[in-house]
């Protein structure tokens, strides 16, 4: 696609349950990025992918949460034993390389743990 | 922390005046960029200004840099209802590694 892809757009999921975010990035991007943004706030930085590794991890909020890259595209950000603090939009976004200007962000996925 | 603070939180003006946001931060930078976030959407890139840099045009937008005073900001001229949106500026620097950091943003309404 032309653009950075995310699903799904919407999540509504029980307390306790797993949850798995995909980012489709845009085609030959290296570098991919995860964001959290909560009801009115800023982006909270989360996790970045240079091909399939992660230099900076230090964003995540705890070890519920991981990322992984393979094949140098697709991501995929979980969640484990979901809590009500998690609801948040998860935002992806891409880059030809880091540290080489604009982010292409895609819609995000907005998660709800009831 | 975050790197970026905006100022003001929310701002609301009539159509055809201009819109200043202001955008300070803590380190040194390479560059910093600004983007638009409509309701529900994820965010669009605006402008990117480097360090070296003072000032930087594009369209309606201009930016400002003050690197002595770790500030910047966004004047958008003659604004119109569809201007309408979050601004957030965001700060990249070889010591972030590969991340931009984001401020909190500033709520534009502008009203027809």
């Known amino acids: 696609g032309a653009g950075v892809s995310q699903s799904p757009s919407n999540k509504v999921t029980e307390k306790g349950k797993d949850v798995e975010l995909r980012c489709d990035p845009i085609?030959?991007?290296?570098?991919l990025y995860w964001y959290r943004q909560s009801l009115g706030q800023g982006l909270e930085f989360l996790i970045y992918?240079?091909?399939?590794?992660?230099?900076?991890k230090s964003g995540l909020p705890s070890d519920r949460f991981s990322a992984e890259r393979t094949g140098g595209s697709v991501s995929t950000l979980t969640i484990q034993r979901t809590q009500q603090e998690d609801s948040a939009v998860y935002l992806c976004?891409?880059?030809?390389?880091?540290?080489?200007?604009?982010?292409?962000f895609g819609e995000g996925s907005r998660l709800t743990v009831l | 922390s975050q790197q970026g603070e905006e100022d003001p939180q929310a701002l609301s003006i009539q159509e055809g005046e201009n819109a200043t946001m202001n955008c300070s931060y803590k380190?040194?930078?390479?560059?910093l960029q600004w983007y638009r976030q409509n309701s529900g959407r994820g965010l669009v890139h605006l402008i990117l200004?480097?360090?070296?840099?003072r000032e930087k045009h594009s369209g309606r937008l201009r930016v400002t840099l003050d690197t002595s005073k770790k500030s910047s900001s966004l004047l958008i001229t003659a604004s119109r209802a569809a201007d309408t949106a979050s601004y957030f500026c965001a700060t990249g620097s070889y010591n972030q590694g590969g991340k931009l950091i984001f401020g909190q943003g500033t709520e534009l309404s502008v009203k027809p």
């Open positions: 992918f240079q091909g399939n590794s992660a230099p900076d």
């Open positions: 976004a891409s880059n030809l390389e880091i540290n080489t200007g604009e982010l292409f």
């Open positions: 380190t040194s930078i390479n560059n």
């Open positions: 085609s030959g991007h290296t570098a």
């Open positions: 200004i480097r360090s070296n840099e």
